[in-house]
């Protein structure tokens, strides 16, 4: 089975990036070969896992724009079975080059078309917007994770874009689904976060993930490293979040014979709920 996930939310700063990144690690140290794709512009995934965007020659703007081979330009990282496409600023641009374009919204699906058959799945970190780039990248997906951080103004916004999903599904990609909603930066403490788990959970239901991620010092300071929290410091709780995250997402594919009351591989989800 060939899966692309994209992780997408037009608001900053709820968890995007640190769940492309760890949520494509642990697939990887799960042992399915895995393909990070960063579409933001601001390159934050490539500079996470590892590399210096300053020194990127080619990315996934080439890709897009001047047809790039995509196996051309695919590096390997530190984590075994884990790939990276590359951003660059250039990628800002791209939107404008693409207006004129036919089939402008195939693009980035065109590309990865290319190169599915060589992974088990393909996660692509979206831009902070609905713009064309994000759209690309919900066209080529087979599914989408949503990051809502539990704070307030959780849901604003939300509405948005699970609009916009609609209308790619109703006019690009009717094969797109929504992989889950991904409740971030939990603080058990907290009374608000509390209220925000149980409001998101009482207006999407199933859709929303069992795995919830806790806030974590190991999980803001792995990027600064150039490194995902598992190889950061795999003992922490972050990094056993995105395990389980990974676990859950294979258990609901099929693709783990773990049975449910065993994907939870700590007790450490357990007062979460």
């Known amino acids: 089975m060939n899966r692309v996930i994209a992780i997408a939310n037009q608001k900053g700063g709820v968890g995007k990036t640190t769940t492309a990144i760890n949520l494509a690690a642990s697939l990887a140290i799960l042992e399915h070969r895995t393909l990070l794709i960063d579409a933001d512009p601001q390159a934050n995934a490539t500079s996470g896992i590892g590399f210096d965007p300053r020194n990127i020659k080619t990315s996934i703007y080439e890709c897009i724009i001047n047809e790039v081979e995509p196996r051309d330009i695919i590096l390997s990282t530190d984590t075994p079975n884990l790939d990276l496409i590359p951003a660059h600023i250039d990628l800002v641009g791209a939107e404008i080059e693409m207006i004129n374009l036919p089939n402008r919204e195939m693009m980035m699906r065109q590309a990865i078309s290319k190169i599915k058959d060589q992974y088990e799945f393909i996660i692509i970190d979206c831009s902070p917007s609905l713009g064309l780039i994000t759209v690309n990248s919900l066209t080529a997906a087979d599914s989408v994770i949503v990051p809502v951080q539990c704070e307030y103004f959780a849901l604003e916004g939300l509405g948005k874009l699970l609009n916009t999903i609609k209308i790619v599904q109703s006019r690009l990609n009717p094969d797109l689904e929504i992989e889950g909603i991904l409740l971030t930066m939990y603080d058990s403490r907290l009374r608000l976060s509390n209220q925000v788990v149980?409001?998101?959970?009482?207006?999407?239901?199933?859709?929303?993930?069992?795995?919830?991620?806790?806030?974590?010092?190991?999980?803001?300071?792995?990027?600064?490293?150039?490194?995902?929290?598992?190889?950061?410091?795999?003992?922490?709780?972050?990094?056993?979040?995105?395990?389980?995250?990974?676990?859950?997402?294979?258990?609901?594919?099929?693709?783990?014979?773990?049975?449910?009351?065993?994907?939870?591989?700590?007790?450490?989800?357990?007062?979460?709920?």
């Open 198 to 273: 149980d409001e998101v959970k009482t207006h999407f239901q199933q859709m929303v993930f069992d795995t919830i991620i806790q806030r974590n010092i190991r999980l803001g300071e792995a990027p600064s490293f150039g490194l995902s929290v598992l190889m950061h410091d795999a003992n922490s709780s972050g990094a056993i979040n995105y395990l389980n995250l990974a676990r859950e997402i294979l258990q609901k594919n099929e693709l783990t014979r773990i049975n449910s009351a065993e994907r939870i591989i700590d007790d450490v989800n357990e007062n979460l709920n």
